[in-house]
């Protein structure tokens, strides 16, 4: 059983650290200082009884999995993280992963100063490589580069949290059919490749839930960057036309853009005639 009860103290040193940028690891490492036991303790573990640590749990890769619902791969990744960061150590075995929280003593005694900062608890970059280890081969660091790249921030997880939770109450789909971490990804895309303010993405959300159509048509954020089959178009993008119609409702008929289409397509003519003029300029010079 989990401890309920009590509290723990989050240094606010985190916020110079990467973890503060990944919402994920930010929420698995709230989970293994919540989980950890406070003091030394004796445990049932596989019908023997295990002395623990205080700082010390044991859980498993697929045990936070489910209760995020995310990748096992994806939390065994942001572990292996933590350990090379030196926040946590781990040791798998076939009773379990238990892991040591790093300076918990430091941290969490009630004789800790809370504006003391200590060393190498939480640093402000990631290492590229373990200690003593051999280079990240081309596979590893495919993955490392990928786990960069895919930085949620707080608002991805808010909305993706959000929309999967109401599609669920509703019934519409059930547990097994949503992936946290797909749907936050997809939202985060629609910010830094489709440029989408975040304003006008929780308004997407907003119509969806009350739309009588799409509200049966966009379960999900997953799907949000599809082609719709009636006209080519990005499901997101026929959800902001119907937003704009006079009743606000509809199914995609027609390949009509929106009123930030087309600002954004202005934005394109004008930059194409600024173009022009360059390069009609730079044939001038060359004849000249």
């Given amino acids: 059983m989990r401890h309920t009860g009590g509290w723990i103290k989050l240094h606010r040193k985190i916020e110079h650290s990467w973890v503060a940028n990944d919402v994920i690891a930010l929420a698995l490492w709230d989970t293994l200082l919540r989980w950890a036991h406070h003091n030394d303790s004796k445990i049932k573990l596989a019908g023997n009884i295990t002395k623990i640590k205080a700082g010390q749990l044991v859980t ?4 936070l999995a489910r209760k995020f619902n995310l990748d096992r791969r994806t939390v065994t990744r942001r572990l292996n993280l933590f350990e090379e960061s030196e926040m946590i150590d781990q040791q798998v075995t076939n009773k379990g992963r238990v892991i040591t929280i790093i300076n918990w003593e430091s941290y969490q005694s009630n004789s800790c100063n809370s504006d003391q900062l200590m060393p190498n608890t939480m640093p402000n970059t990631m290492p ?8 990240l081969s081309g596979e590893d660091k495919k993955i490392r580069s990928k786990e960069v790249k895919n930085i949620y921030i707080p608002f991805d997880l808010d909305i993706a949290t959000r929309w999967i939770n109401w599609a669920i109450s509703e019934g519409k789909i059930g ?3 949503s992936n946290l971490e797909s749907c936050a990804d997809v939202i985060r895309k629609l910010r830094t490749i489709d440029k989408i303010p975040e304003q006008k993405i929780s308004e997407i959300f907003e119509f969806v839930k009350t739309d009588d159509f799409w509200s049966k048509a966009a379960l999900s954020p997953s799907g949000l960057r599809k082609k719709s089959k009636n006209n080519d178009l990005p499901k997101y993008r026929n959800i902001m036309t119907a937003m704009e119609r006079p009743n606000g409702k509809g199914r995609p008929t027609k390949k009509c853009a929106t009123t930030f289409e087309r600002d954004f397509d202005a934005d394109d003519e004008i930059a194409q005639m600024e173009r022009n003029v360059d390069e009609q300029r730079r044939q001038n010079e060359r004849h000249s």
């Fill in 128 to 135: 590229n490589t373990m200690p003593n280890q051999v280079p």
């Fill in 175 to 177: 547990e097994k059919d």
């Fill in 60 to 63: 498993g890769a697929s045990e």
